[in-house]
């Protein structure tokens, strides 16, 4: 049953226009309840109840019922949603009640130990129940409703002062500017979290990037640099969110008896709590709960850096009050940090085995997410420059997964003053040949090629032997290096030439281990066609191609005679593969590689060479902006399969420009140049008629 509140008047609703003060007033109330509780059901339950078109239409007539009225305006009203005049800066709030911070814990043996003292501490001889809930990353706030009306909104501050974002906080749609209950307490302090979910936080730096401004580094640090604008009117045009996991003062209502149920309770107020959360007992619960958690942290549409656990009763929370600032009651059990700061010793460079040149930050070690890491990625030169980083400078490094850690950014506060810009060395640092950086490309190269720089030869012979290429088990890093430094081996063939004594003589090798690795080779022969192509590590043929490449040609001398035309026939196949791929087939050396594989025995099954009709051939799309359901991804692929091509930028050339929601600059451009332009169902229904 909905509350009394939600209901339409009857007189109003479905009548003609209102005449009268009263009549104005009354329509104006209900449009604003029922833009309330769209939003609400939008932004707190993610279930949306009407069209985002008919939302537009009721706010439309509310916005200009009070510019006609201006009595009507209420603080409550969705209107005043729309961020305010700026502030020359923030005003300092006093908490009434301290906003403190929670202790942290990591191991399992943390957590059995806070049950134990929260046990021993309540004297109890049964299992402790406690709430269990998120920790989430973004920045803590404390929202104040008197009379159930949104008045005030402080960041944490110190804990005792914070800022005041009222104006800011207004503009966050989760949060309710009038509570939903017909008698709210007098004063309530809700507390909770701010946070940008990351699909929110892709989408704004993609705007960013398109605008030409800075990006941010991560989904916290968004959220808040997003909240602390004083100009609200910036705030409203990002998507912020808002979970409550905790109360300050409270006047006029009675205080539930559990953490529990005070979330519970804020569910009813209309106030997002996250669904996430559990009443759990004993420290085995505690431990349950994390580890389920963990398991979902990757899929969850926010980041999270933890779990926090609190004694679920309110009695027991007040028996075991607080130590310095932080309660007994409570504690955050963390994930291992996926960031952390360190500083940058020296830059140096590293060759990859097309030759491109990475630089590279030696940093001071640093433990993140639980590994040590004493290098980090700047992708290219230009990263280096568009990031600042310098040497000298602490920096945020971040891994995620499995991924090669990468320097996110500096830390202005901190830099030195004898910090050092880096530059590029004019030569090869493994084998001394010129670096070239040709103008169109991101990326400088050791000139060397394979036959001169070891770098690009053990590169090569790693890709070669990698998971997703040929899938040799058991030849790591370590082995090729002195396979290659110790001329065991130059090309890949000569894998398959290598014998078990010469195997068998290197560093940190047995017979065991040797003959371990001559039986993956022999089970490596036997690939397909798709993998040999890739682990030949062509430039610019990455998986997804070799694939197309096997399928389209079915063969791999069909592929090896080629001329470009035909290879540009291939999906996923433009210009610059084209051009690629005849560069690899003309250069004899690589002609010969081919055949000395082919006769050490690695062989695949060839198929037909496919016929599938490719109705877009020749079409160029541009995608931009926010697609309703499709991917960027899957609307390439899309594309992609029916021969069209997708280029990154909007020329004369270009066929259409599919444009979704925040398109910026590209769609202007179609539209100067009169490229078609199509939405997500013009772009379905094409594929639809050419497909047929
Ligand atoms: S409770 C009395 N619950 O973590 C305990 N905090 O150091 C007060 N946080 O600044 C905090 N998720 O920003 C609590 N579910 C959660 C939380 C949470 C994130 C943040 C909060 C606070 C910090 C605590």
């Given at each position: 049953?909905?509350p009394?509140?939600?209901?339409?008047?009857?007189?109003?609703a479905?009548t003609g226009?209102?005449s009268?003060?009263?009549?104005?007033?009354?329509?104006?109330?209900?449009?604003?309840?029922?833009?309330?509780?769209?939003?609400?059901?939008?932004?707190?339950?993610?279930?949306?109840?009407?069209?985002?078109?008919?939302?537009d239409?009721?706010?439309r007539?509310?916005?200009?019922?009070?510019?006609?009225?201006?009595?009507?305006?209420?603080?409550?009203s969705p209107?005043?949603?729309?961020g305010?005049?700026?502030?020359?800066?923030?005003a300092?709030?006093?908490?009434?009640a301290?906003m403190?911070?929670?202790?942290?814990?990591?191991?399992?043996?943390?957590?059995?130990?806070?049950?134990?003292?929260?046990?021993?501490a309540?004297?109890?001889?049964?299992?402790?129940?406690?709430?269990?809930?998120?920790?989430?990353?973004?920045?803590a706030?404390?929202?104040r409703?008197?009379?159930?009306i949104?008045v005030?909104?402080?960041t944490?501050?110190?804990g005792?002062t914070?800022e005041?974002?009222?104006?800011?906080?207004r503009?966050v749609r989760a949060?309710?500017l009038?509570?939903?209950?017909?008698h709210?307490?007098?004063?309530?302090?809700?507390?909770?979290?701010?946070?940008?979910?990351?699909?929110?936080?892709?989408?704004?730096?993609?705007?960013?990037?398109?605008a030409?401004q800075?990006?941010?580094?991560?989904?916290?640090?968004?959220?808040?640099?997003s909240?602390?604008?004083?100009?609200?009117r910036?705030t409203?045009?990002?998507?912020?969110?808002?979970?409550a996991?905790?109360?300050g003062?409270?006047?006029?209502?009675?205080?539930?008896?559990?953490?529990?149920?005070?979330?519970?309770?804020?569910a009813?107020?209309?106030?997002a709590?996250?669904?996430?959360?559990?009443?759990?007992?004993?420290?085995?619960?505690?431990?349950?709960?994390?580890?389920?958690?963990?398991?979902?942290r990757?899929?969850?549409?926010y980041?999270?850096?933890?779990?926090v656990?609190?004694?679920?009763?309110?009695?027991?929370q007040?028996?075991?009050?607080?130590?310095?600032r932080?309660?007994?009651?409570?504690?955050a059990?963390?994930f291992?940090?996926e960031?952390?700061?360190?500083?940058?010793?020296d830059?140096?460079?590293?060759?990859?085995?097309?030759?491109?040149?990475?630089?590279?930050?030696r940093l001071v070690?640093?433990s993140?997410?639980?590994?040590t890491?004493?290098?980090?990625?700047?992708?290219n030169?230009?990263e280096?420059?568009?990031?600042d980083?310098?040497?000298?400078?602490?920096?945020?490094?971040?891994?995620a997964?499995?991924?090669?850690?990468?320097?996110?950014?500096f830390?202005?506060?901190?830099?030195?003053?004898?910090?050092r810009?880096?530059?590029?060395?004019?030569?090869?640092?493994?084998c001394?040949?010129?670096?070239?950086?040709?103008?169109?490309?991101?990326?400088?190269r050791?000139?060397?090629?394979?036959?001169?720089?070891?770098?690009?030869?053990?590169?090569?012979?790693?890709h070669?032997v990698?998971?997703?290429?040929?899938?040799?088990?058991?030849?790591?890093?370590?082995?090729?290096?002195?396979?290659?430094?110790k001329h065991?081996?130059?090309?890949?063939?000569?894998?398959?030439?290598?014998g078990?004594?010469s195997?068998?003589a290197?560093?940190?090798?047995?017979?065991k281990?040797?003959?371990?690795?001559?039986?993956?080779?022999?089970?490596?022969?036997?690939?397909?066609?798709a993998?040999?192509?890739?682990?030949?590590?062509?430039?610019?043929?990455?998986?997804?191609?070799?694939?197309?490449?096997?399928?389209?040609?079915g063969?791999l001398?069909?592929?090896?005679?080629?001329?470009?035309?035909?290879?540009?026939?291939?999906?996923?196949?433009?210009?610059?593969?084209?051009?690629s791929i005849?560069?690899?087939?003309?250069?004899?050396f690589?002609l010969?590689?081919?055949?000395?594989?082919?006769?050490a025995?690695?062989?695949?099954?060839?198929g037909?060479?496919?016929?599938?009709?490719k109705?877009l051939?020749?079409?160029?799309?541009?995608l931009?902006?926010?697609?309703?359901?499709?991917s960027?991804?899957?609307?390439?692929?899309?594309?992609?399969?029916?021969?069209?091509?997708?280029?990154?930028?909007?020329?004369?050339?270009?066929?259409?420009v599919?444009a979704?929601?925040?398109?910026?600059s590209?769609?202007?451009?179609?539209q100067?140049?009169?490229?078609p332009?199509?939405?997500?169902i013009?772009?379905?229904?094409?594929?639809?008629?050419?497909?047929?």
């Amino acid at each position: 049953m909905q509350p009394d509140f939600f209901s339409t008047p009857a007189q109003v609703a479905g009548t003609g226009t209102p005449s009268g003060d009263a009549e104005w007033r009354t329509r104006a109330a209900w449009l604003r309840t029922e833009l309330n509780r769209h939003n609400h059901a939008y932004h707190v339950l993610d279930n949306p109840t009407i069209p985002d078109a008919e939302y537009d239409k009721l706010f439309r007539e509310l916005q200009a019922l009070e510019a006609a009225h201006s009595e009507l305006i209420t603080p409550d009203s969705p209107t005043q949603r729309v961020g305010a005049a700026p502030l020359s800066q923030f005003a300092q709030v006093r908490h009434s009640a301290p906003m403190l911070s929670i202790n942290n814990g990591f191991a399992d043996e943390d957590i059995i130990a806070f049950d134990r003292r929260v046990k021993d501490a309540l004297k109890s001889d049964t299992e402790v129940e406690y709430a269990t809930e998120l920790k989430f990353d973004g920045l803590a706030i404390n929202l104040r409703y008197e009379d159930g009306i949104l008045v005030e909104a402080a960041t944490r501050g110190d804990g005792m002062t914070g800022e005041n974002v009222t104006a800011s906080i207004r503009t966050v749609r989760a949060i309710p500017l009038r509570l939903h209950a017909s008698h709210p307490p007098k004063v309530i302090d809700v507390r909770g979290e701010v946070l940008m979910f990351k699909s929110d936080f892709a989408r704004l730096n993609a705007r960013q990037r398109e605008a030409g401004q800075k990006e941010f580094a991560n989904p916290r640090n968004a959220a808040a640099g997003s909240l602390r604008q004083l100009d609200s009117r910036i705030t409203a045009q990002r998507v912020l969110r808002f979970f409550a996991y905790g109360i300050g003062v409270l006047e006029g209502a009675d205080m539930p008896s559990s953490h529990a149920g005070l979330l519970d309770w804020y569910a009813e107020l209309g106030i997002a709590v996250c669904n996430e959360r559990a009443v759990v007992k004993g420290a085995q619960g505690l431990l349950g709960f994390f580890h389920g958690v963990a398991e979902k942290r990757p899929h969850l549409p926010y980041e999270i850096d933890g779990v926090v656990y609190k004694v679920n009763q309110l009695s027991e929370q007040r028996k075991l009050g607080f130590v310095s600032r932080a309660p007994r009651f409570a504690l955050a059990h963390k994930f291992p940090a996926e960031e952390a700061m360190t500083i940058v010793q020296d830059i140096g460079v590293q060759v990859g085995r097309t030759g491109a040149i990475t630089p590279v930050a030696r940093l001071v070690p640093v433990s993140v997410g639980g590994v040590t890491v004493t290098n980090a990625t700047l992708h290219n030169e230009d990263e280096v420059r568009r990031k600042d980083i310098q040497i000298g400078d602490t920096v945020i490094v971040r891994r995620a997964g499995d991924v090669i850690p990468e320097v996110v950014a500096f830390v202005p506060e901190l830099r030195p003053e004898n910090a050092r810009q880096f530059s590029m060395p004019p030569v090869c640092p493994v084998c001394g040949s010129p670096i070239i950086r040709l103008e169109e490309e991101a990326v400088a190269r050791c000139s060397g090629g394979w036959v001169k720089c070891a770098a690009q030869r053990k590169g090569g012979l790693l890709h070669f032997v990698s998971r997703r290429a040929m899938d040799v088990e058991g030849l790591g890093d370590q082995l090729v290096e002195q396979l290659v430094d110790k001329h065991v081996i130059t090309t890949a063939a000569d894998l398959y030439k290598m014998g078990l004594t010469s195997l068998a003589a290197l560093d940190r090798m047995a017979d065991k281990s040797a003959q371990n690795v001559l039986n993956a080779l022999e089970k490596s022969k036997s690939t397909t066609l798709a993998r040999f192509i890739y682990a030949l590590g062509i430039r610019h043929v990455g998986e997804s191609t070799a694939k197309e490449l096997a399928r389209h040609f079915g063969g791999l001398d069909a592929l090896l005679q080629a001329a470009e035309e035909q290879l540009l026939d291939v999906a996923d196949v433009g210009p610059v593969v084209a051009r690629s791929i005849m560069l690899f087939v003309s250069d004899p050396f690589n002609l010969e590689l081919i055949e000395q594989l082919r006769a050490a025995g690695v062989n695949w099954t060839e198929g037909a060479p496919e016929s599938r009709p490719k109705p877009l051939l020749g079409k160029t799309f541009v995608l931009t902006g926010t697609l309703p359901d499709l991917s960027r991804d899957a609307a390439a692929e899309m594309i992609e399969a029916a021969g069209g091509k997708v280029a990154g930028s909007v020329s004369k050339k270009t066929s259409y420009v599919v444009a979704g929601e925040d398109a910026g600059s590209k769609l202007a451009k179609a539209q100067e140049l009169g490229v078609p332009i199509l939405d997500e169902i013009g772009l379905l229904q094409l594929l639809e008629k050419v497909n047929e």
